[in-house]
């Protein structure tokens, strides 16, 4: 007899995964398809970073690192936060986990009780609303409009704060719409939270170096609230490092010493070897970071002239990120030989079988009739991509 536990019957498959593995199956069969639904840069590891790897292996390292990860590489990051955000963390206020995934789980399961209430401005990431259900939280969407390029409001915020609130988890540069918050707007956030002593701030910035809006911010510069601060970050995105798990958090040492005794139980230490690279590549030569951000300027710019060009596609400039997240309600009720597009997931999967072009429903996101388009790849994928849409769109009627 089968029986699943309560906690993961109310847990939801990701769409994002989901979605890529239908691209998959489908090239699999030998069909062309243009995967726009992938999160990750399509560039290379930096040729350091894996010769430090390489040089790992040879050196030995191959057991058992300490629970929250070798001194140089709490050392690393210490340096990194002090040198580009100004934020003084010492080792013991750091701990590096398997992926920056893993250091938002540490997180809201040693901060969030059952029946907590966490702020989840939307549209956000799909994992967030899932892990602060597997914590036994309960998530207060607040939702934004692509009018104003998909922020909430202090004045949302402030409402949405009651005697249960717990946390607020904050996105900037934004998955999935690349919404970057200035420093102006997170001091009102801060300003906010200040009279409010019980609530937490868990900020992922794993899209730090991915920006386009000029010095990257972080709330956690704000005194009257840093210590309140839990800092996600990691190495996937800034040094094209998805596949290496190596993420990190900053926060107060009561919090790191929490996650690192759940970490204990969980998983022990990230990779030996990776964390030999990620010291690489928080030490090393920075060029290539600054090379692959213009890269995916450029390439911004362009899917915002192509998304402009596609009648009925209402599209924001992204200020970080590698994404696009256009409202597609205009095609919502419409049909093609005898197939109507209710909604966002009826236009990807529209998107898929007319275009093999594949891209992930917004309501995965919280925004029903947004889809989120990567423009993780090359110019002239992207342009193929884009034809390719715009002349199944006009079957739509």
């Avoid at 769409?15 to 639904?37: E, P, V």
């Avoid at 549209?123 to 998530?139: F, H, I, Q």
């Avoid at 949302?156 to 719409?177: F, G, M, V």
């Amino acid at each position: 007899m089968e029986h699943l536990s309560e906690r993961i019957r109310k847990l939801a498959d990701s769409q994002t995964m989901a979605m890529n593995q239908k691209s998959r199956d489908l090239q699999a069969q030998g069909i062309d398809i243009i995967n726009l639904s992938v999160g990750e840069p399509d560039f290379p590891t930096p040729p350091h970073v894996k010769e430090a790897a390489k040089k790992a292996i040879d050196d030995n390292f191959s057991f058992y690192s300490p629970v929250g990860g070798y001194p140089d590489l709490k050392k690393a990051i210490s340096q990194k936060f002090l040198d580009e955000n100004g934020l003084v963390y010492g080792p013991a206020n750091i701990i590096a986990s398997n992926g920056a995934k893993h250091s938002l789980a540490n997180a809201l399961m040693v901060l969030v009780d059952e029946g907590d209430e966490v702020i989840v401005p939307a549209p956000y990431w799909v994992t967030y609303v899932e892990l602060v259900k597997l914590a036994g939280g309960t998530n207060v969407v607040l939702d934004s409009k692509i009018e104003n390029d998909f922020k909430i409001t202090p004045e949302q915020l402030e409402k949405a704060i009651t005697p249960k609130t717990r946390a607020l988890l904050l996105c900037s540069p934004n998955n999935p719409t690349g919404t970057v918050y200035t420093r102006e707007e997170l001091g009102r956030f801060a300003d906010i939270l200040a009279r409010h002593p019980d609530i937490f701030v868990i900020t992922d910035e794993i899209y730090e170096h991915i920006n386009f809006s000029g010095k990257h911010e972080s709330i956690a510069s704000f005194t009257g609230i840093h210590h309140r601060v839990v800092v996600i970050n990691g190495v996937s995105k800034a040094y094209a490092m998805t596949g290496w798990r190596i993420g990190y958090m900053a926060a107060a040492q009561w919090i790191v010493d929490a996650c690192s005794k759940l970490q204990g139980q969980f998983t022990s230490g990230p990779s030996s070897i990776s964390q030999k690279a990620a010291v690489a590549a928080l030490t090393g030569d920075k060029s290539y970071t600054v090379d692959m951000n213009r890269a995916f300027l450029r390439r911004r710019d362009l899917v915002m002239e192509l998304a402009g060009k596609i009648e009925g596609m209402k599209v924001s400039r992204p200020g970080g990120g590698f994404y696009i997240f256009p409202d597609i309600g205009s095609f919502c009720g419409l049909s093609a030989g005898g197939n109507v597009v209710e909604n966002d997931n009826d236009f990807c999967l529209f998107l898929l079988e007319h275009a093999h072009v594949a891209a992930v429903p917004g309501e995965a996101f919280g925004a029903p009739n947004h889809i989120r388009i990567s423009f993780a790849t090359s110019d002239d994928r992207l342009k193929e991509a884009f034809s390719r849409i715009e002349n199944a769109l006009k079957k739509l009627k």
